[in-house]
């Protein structure tokens, strides 16, 4: 008796271990981004996303799906897309991409030099297209691209 019940809590342990490791693998999903070129979506780096939405309006039709939340998001060409700066000694980042945020939702706190805590608020409604990290500066840069939702 003694034995089969240590089978059964063992099988329920390692059950439960598996959806809590199913759970936290989440957090480590990666973000994917897609580019629409003849009428094939070709996987691309994120960094190259910037390129096609810099002028304010998406160059082509894009594709940025996030796997922590398991949500694509769809750009038309055309759409407007709003490109935001965050720059500062140190930055927080409490959205995530393809997520929805409201106008004046904070998106993200920066430290800056002095030791002050600022921060960063939405100034549209729409969707996080993506956060893209500008490298080899002194401080930390990030372009947030948002997709404009009226």
């Not at 957090?27 to 979506?41: A, I, S, T, W």
């Not at 960094?47 to 750009?75: F, Q, W």
């Not at 100034?123 to 840069?141: F, S, T």
Request: some cysteine.
């Amino acid at each position: 008796m003694k034995d089969e019940s240590r089978k059964d809590r063992g099988s329920s342990i390692s059950e439960n271990l598996r959806n809590e490791l199913r759970e936290l693998s989440k957090y480590y999903g990666l973000v994917r981004c897609y580019v629409l070129q003849d009428n094939v979506l070709s996987q691309v780096e994120c960094k190259e996303i910037a390129r096609y939405v810099a002028s304010g309006k998406a160059l082509r039709p894009l594709r940025v799906c996030n796997e922590r939340v398991g949500r694509c998001i769809d750009v038309s060409e055309g759409e407007e897309v709003l490109a935001l700066e965050i720059a500062g000694k140190r930055i927080f980042i409490i959205s995530d991409e393809c997520t929805y945020v409201k106008q004046n939702q904070k998106i993200a706190y920066i430290l800056t030099g002095k030791g002050e805590l600022r921060t960063v608020k939405s100034p549209v409604n729409g969707y996080i297209l993506l956060y893209n990290e500008v490298l080899g500066e002194k401080a930390e840069r990030y372009q947030v691209f948002i997709v404009v939702k009226r």
